[in-house]
């Protein structure tokens, strides 16, 4: 890593760490896997998550800190949006008896040819949240705020900080953890645009070195409390 991404990178995290309301507060995932409890964990979103390596480097993490206690499903899809989020919620995610749900639309949600608003975006994501929390009250929601878009993509997703503002305004206003990738991501973008191009090649969607190097370490310190990343 070099100087200048390094002090981009931290200042990212900065902003990221603002508006965080579970600073150095373990999530309930991990105090449950401490406490010797067996926890099913769901992903649910877009090809970001379906593809996203970081749900594997997370449940490799889980599996080594906690042999045989953790399983992580990952009930993602390319190409979709929240109205296939609620429309499958029943059979992807709440037939799974999840204990914690990391949940991503907005990506898709901005895309133009998906024609959802933002406002819709929100009530559909809100249905999901109440839907589970109804199936299993103890169940931990987590939103995931995802990486910047470039290129192509892009241009079909005029908006797209909009969408992911929702998403952080919905964790606040529902004392939700929100996972804000947005910042890191952010940060490589503006200090080294060849790592980013490196990274996420399509403009679009992380490979598994990006997550490696930018997303997961972080996302496993917020989970487990060691960082008010």
Do not use: C
């Amino acid at each position: 890593m070099n100087y200048l991404w390094a002090k981009a990178l931290f200042a990212g995290m900065l902003l990221s760490l603002s508006a965080a309301s579970f600073a150095g507060q373990p999530s309930a995932l991990y105090s449950n896997l401490d406490a010797g409890k067996a926890q099913n964990v769901v992903a649910y979103g877009t090809s970001l998550t379906a593809s996203g390596a970081w749900v594997q480097q997370l449940g490799d993490d889980l599996n080594q800190r906690y042999p045989g206690r953790a399983t992580v499903i990952n009930s993602g899809k390319g190409s979709m949006w929240s109205g296939w989020g609620v429309e499958n919620l029943d059979s992807r995610v709440i037939s799974k008896s999840p204990d914690t749900v990391f949940i991503e639309f907005a990506v898709n949600d901005a895309f133009l040819p998906n024609n959802t608003t933002v406002e819709q975006a929100r009530k559909n994501l809100e249905l999901m949240i109440d839907r589970i929390k109804a199936a299993k009250s103890s169940t931990e929601v987590i939103l995931m705020v995802m990486n910047p878009v470039i290129g192509p993509s892009a241009v079909q997703r005029p908006q797209l900080r909009d969408y992911f503002q929702m998403y952080r305004d919905v964790a606040t206003a529902r004392g939700l953890r929100l996972i804000d990738n947005y910042p890191r991501w952010e940060a490589v973008l503006k200090s080294n645009p060849d790592l980013f191009n490196q990274y996420v090649a399509d403009g679009l969607h992380p490979n598994a070195d990006g997550y490696r190097a930018v997303v997961t370490p972080s996302l496993i310190e917020n989970l487990s409390g060691a960082s008010p990343d």
